[in-house]
């Protein structure tokens, strides 16, 4: 790709390793784990090898723990409609953070339809969980909590352990969607006591189309789709051996690279925080310090996030983002942005940028420069 790439929580590249150890699972590597003869053997063990290296990722118990999906959304739905419906004598009550991803919050939601209630604890105006209100809202017949590790939005790093403290004294299980973090946050679920964690390959530079849920050894949960027997009967059909083994070897590589990519980035996205701070009525959304390393969001104020991504692509050849890739098409304000307590004028000027490692710091004075034309060009141009 041409210019400058500033998406990477959306979508990241491949890594050339991870594509040439996944590359013979397309052509000669193309066996059916289930199946007995030498091919289908080679399949299953090479899906076992991944399954071992995402489990070595988050510290899991054994990589029997470790549920493959077809992504991160699937692992969400799996996660908490697996584990309401299959735990419901313990209680009918969720609760999640109102700044969780649209792939946990709208499974709860739906979850309503079959007799729960969901309640959604509120953040402080950086984006961090208010611990004193989930103390009050949390309560024995709570059935599933879902704090998300970090906000792909706005960068904000949740502080997990409290959360599990919090969770196991007073309710039951702690659901914790880690596919912005995991690879740039040292996870540890037997450290944090969590009980289901989701994550998703490309966040890794690993193939699109590829995810995996961990489930606490003992905890029981039941399919939301039906079919064959595969990944323990949880999430059945044929495994894409490709993606999983290029899942796997991201996995790999975040475990003995990750910290120190963070530290390369975390220099780069504070000096970009910076600049682009200079600009005129320009606000950093998120966290200033508890935040992801390789993560920087702003707002402005009198334009429109929309426009600030179509101009910075059309005229500067430079991708951002303006929210959750998931949501931009429907041009509402970020759920996010209003929970932290910003008017829906102010939440629709934001932009967000995530780096990767094709980005370095000799790219940041035409990133700041290029921010500081859009947005003066946007202003002159705009009725506010």
Request: a negative charge.
């Amino acid at each position: 790709m041409s210019g400058i790439y500033l998406d990477h929580q959306a979508a990241s590249p491949v890594d050339s390793r991870v594509a040439e150890f996944a590359g013979p699972f397309l052509s000669s590597g193309f066996g059916n784990p289930s199946s007995l003869y030498s091919s289908g053997l080679a399949a299953r063990a090479a899906l076992e090898e991944a399954r071992a290296k995402v489990a070595d990722l988050i510290n899991a118990e054994s990589p029997e723990s470790i549920v493959f999906t077809a992504g991160s959304t699937e692992a969400n739905n799996l996660a908490i409609r697996g584990t309401a419906l299959r735990n419901a004598a313990r209680g009918k009550k969720l609760l999640a953070s109102q700044i969780e991803h649209i792939s946990v919050l709208n499974p709860h939601k739906d979850l309503k339809k079959a007799g729960f209630e969901l309640d959604l604890v509120p953040v402080d105006s950086t984006g961090i969980i208010d611990l004193s209100a989930l103390e009050r809202m949390i309560g024995k017949e709570t059935v599933l909590t879902s704090v998300m590790y970090a906000n792909s939005e706005i960068g904000t790093i949740e502080p997990i352990k409290e959360v599990s403290a919090l969770v196991h004294e007073k309710g039951n299980f702690l659901h914790v969607d880690a596919a912005a973090a995991a690879g740039k946050v040292r996870i540890d679920v037997q450290k944090d006591n969590i009980d289901l964690l989701t994550i998703s390959s490309n966040d890794l530079c690993g193939p699109q189309g590829a995810g995996a849920l961990y489930v606490k050894p003992g905890l029981r949960i039941q399919p939301v789709a039906f079919g064959g027997g595969q990944e323990k009967g949880l999430r059945p059909g044929t495994e894409n051996l490709y993606a999983l083994a290029g899942f796997g070897e991201a996995a790999r590589l975040a475990r003995l690279e990750g910290a120190g990519e963070s530290e390369r980035l975390k220099a780069i996205r504070d000096a970009l925080i910076g600049e682009i701070l200079k600009i005129d009525e320009a606000y950093l959304t998120g966290h200033p310090a508890k935040r992801l390393a390789n993560h920087a969001s702003f707002r402005f104020s009198r334009i429109e996030g929309e426009s600030i991504l179509l101009t910075m692509d059309a005229m500067f050849d430079i991708q951002v983002s303006t929210g959750s890739a998931c949501s931009s098409r429907t041009l509402e304000p970020s759920h996010v942005l209003l929970a932290i307590g910003l008017k829906h004028e102010q939440a629709h000027g934001s932009m967000i940028m995530t780096l990767g490692r094709s980005n370095n710091s000799d790219q940041i004075p035409a990133i700041a420069s290029a921010t500081k034309k859009t947005v003066e060009r946007l202003r002159a141009l705009s009725p506010l």
